[in-house]
C-alpha cells in the first residue's frame, strides 16, 4: 500500500485551493513583463521578445524546481516500516516502536512554522513546528479535516491527504497502538 504524488497531483495543488496571493502576484508580474516589452520598444525601437522569453523562462524555472522536488512525495508500507518521503525529509518509521493518532486538522498538532520544507497552497512537506511546540516531519496533500499523528522513537510524523482513513485503518489493523502523547 502506498500513495505517491504524480506531476498532475503537484500542479493541482499548486492551484487549488485557489490563493488569491498566488493569483496577484503572477498578475502583476505578466503585466511587468508586458509594461517592459512595451517601453523597450519604444525607447529603442526593437522588440523586447528574445528578453521577453528569456524573463519568463526564469520566473517559470522556480515554480518547476519546487513542483520537480514534490514529485514523488508521499508515503509507502512494507512489512514492518513505513517509508516517508517528505522532502526535504525521507524517513523509515519502524512500525512495531509506533503509536498513533487521528486528530483533527486545526487540533495542537496542526503545523505552526516552517523550519525546512516546503508549503505551497496544496502541499506542505518537510520539518515544521507544531502549534504545541513539538518537531515533526510533515506530509499533507490537499488537506482535509483529519490527520494522522504519529510518534516513533521520540520523534513525531503527520501524514494528511484525501485518503488518510484508509491508512489510518491499515495501521491499526497491523497492530499499531493508539494514542498519542
Not at 506530509?139 to 521520540?154: H, P
Not at 503527520?158 to 494514542?179: A, C, F, M, Q, W
Amino acid at each position: 500500500m502506498s500513495y505517491h504524488l504524480s506531476i498532475i497531483d503537484v500542479l493541482k495543488a499548486c492551484f487549488f485551493p485557489l490563493n488569491t496571493m498566488l493569483i496577484v502576484a503572477t498578475i502583476i508580474i505578466i503585466l511587468a513583463i508586458i509594461n517592459a516589452g512595451k517601453r523597450a520598444y519604444r525607447d529603442r525601437g526593437t522588440p523586447m521578445f528574445p528578453r521577453s522569453i528569456i524573463v519568463f523562462l526564469i520566473l517559470l524555472a522556480v515554480p518547476m524546481f519546487l513542483v520537480g522536488w514534490e514529485i514523488g512525495s508521499g508515503w509507502q508500507l512494507k512489512s514492518d516500516e513505513l517509508l516517508l518521503k517528505a522532502p526535504p525529509s525521507n524517513v523509515s518509521i519502524n512500525l512495531k516502536l509506533t503509536r498513533m493518532a487521528l486528530v483533527s486538522a486545526s487540533s495542537q498538532w496542526a503545523s505552526e512554522s516552517k523550519a525546512n520544507g516546503i508549503a505551497i497552497p496544496g502541499i506542505t512537506t518537510g520539518s515544521f513546528t507544531l502549534k504545541n511546540g513539538k518537531n515533526a516531519v510533515v506530509f499533507s496533500y490537499l488537506q482535509t479535516s483529519e490527520m494522522i499523528v504519529l510518534e516513533s522513537e521520540g520523534s513525531y510524523y503527520i501524514i494528511n491527504y484525501p485518503g488518510v482513513h484508509k491508512l489510518y485503518d491499515e495501521l491499526t489493523s497491523r497492530g499499531v497502538k493508539v494514542g498519542v502523547d
